[in-house]
């Protein structure tokens, strides 16, 4: 039996690399796996990061995120969606994983790496964010997440974290193993700074309910090819950030028109845009308007969120008892 879980951060605005990386991927497989895949809002997790952390902003977050993932058509019937921290069962898997892991392979993650030199203070939550991130995987027998190529090396420690229980303790986790999304590619930020990403302010993303006029405001001054310096230079589409949010946002006859175009100087980068901008449009509007339905009926929100974190416990808490046994806790007789 395949078991899908996957986590999602509520820090920021969702955004369309949200959307392309994750969220569309979740709806799929969703389909294809119904209660046994497993979807949440990992907002234990937020406040590793100090620079997006704000207290007074998380649960604002954490239901915007819920509502975004609604809005691209997750049917909270159909999978078991709910928040982390709703399950206790999380932070107690989370300590007792973490006496199975060396602190020197923590230290080896790339992540924690590159962002603990940027902090003059390093909190230990950064480093034991692979540990939670193994717990929340772990919890619920999972054997397939969908993830980002950046969390590779994450997974991977899952991987021997699962490994190291069940020979000391005997056989208890499967092994997950990474699944990505034909489209979970590093979608670049607009600002043409690298991967698109909350971290580094509005500048760098296109958000799910962003206004079409702000979103058209950012894509018109958007770094294209550098080679196209005047309108009748011809460029390369696959060097422009604009040709890569075709292929997420375009049909193909339209990618087929604007790559020649562009190789060929037959039309400029503005039209190119204006080209893109219907795809977007097309895209973004029946998320947009699901979700300000979703926002006028913010307790829709809660319920199904309710309702997965009750589905999520019968899974979790069997699964504890089972590692508290396992590990020589006195059992509870309550």
């Excluded at 078991?3 to 959307?19: A, C, D, K, L, W």
Aim: with cysteine; net charge negative; aromatic share 8%.
């Amino acid at each position: 039996m395949t078991r899908v879980f996957s986590g999602i951060q509520p820090t920021g605005e969702p955004h369309i690399g949200n959307y392309f990386g994750a969220m569309q991927n979740y709806v799929k497989l969703g389909e294809q796996y119904g209660k046994n895949a497993l979807y949440c809002i990992v907002d234990l997790h937020a406040p590793t990061n100090p620079a997006a952390y704000q207290p007074e902003l998380l649960a604002e977050r954490t239901f915007e995120m819920a509502l975004a993932n609604l809005a691209v058509g997750l049917d909270p019937q159909q999978v078991v969606f709910f928040v982390q921290s709703h399950i206790r069962e999380h932070s107690e898997l989370s300590w007792i994983l973490t006496l199975q892991t060396p602190v020197g392979e923590l230290e080896r993650m790339t992540q924690y790496k590159d962002k603990a030199q940027k902090l003059e203070s390093t909190p230990a939550g950064l480093l034991m964010y692979p540990v939670l991130m193994a717990a929340d995987i772990l919890l619920y027998k999972a054997d397939t997440v969908p993830v980002g190529e950046d969390q590779t090396q994450h997974i991977e420690l899952a991987r021997e974290i699962a490994r190291r229980f069940n020979h000391t303790y005997g056989p208890t986790f499967p092994e997950p193993k990474a699944v990505y999304a034909q489209d979970a590619l590093r979608i670049p930020g607009v600002d043409g700074q690298g991967k698109m990403s909350k971290s580094k302010g509005e500048s760098s993303t296109l958000g799910l309910f962003e206004s079409l006029d702000s979103i058209w405001n950012k894509l018109r001054v958007a770094p294209t090819d550098p080679a196209r310096v005047r309108r009748t230079d011809p460029g390369d589409p696959e060097k422009c950030l604009v040709g890569d949010y075709h292929k997420l946002f375009s049909d193909d006859q339209t990618i087929l028109e604007v790559y020649d175009g562009c190789r060929t100087a037959g039309i400029g980068c503005i039209d190119c845009k204006k080209r893109l901008m219907v795809g977007i449009e097309r895209t973004l509007v029946p998320i947009q308007q699901r979700g300000a339905e979703l926002r006028a009926q913010p307790d829709d929100v809660r319920d199904a969120l309710e309702h997965g974190a009750a589905q999520a416990r019968q899974i979790a808490e069997p699964v504890m008892d089972e590692v508290r046994g396992k590990v020589g806790f006195l059992g509870s007789r309550r």
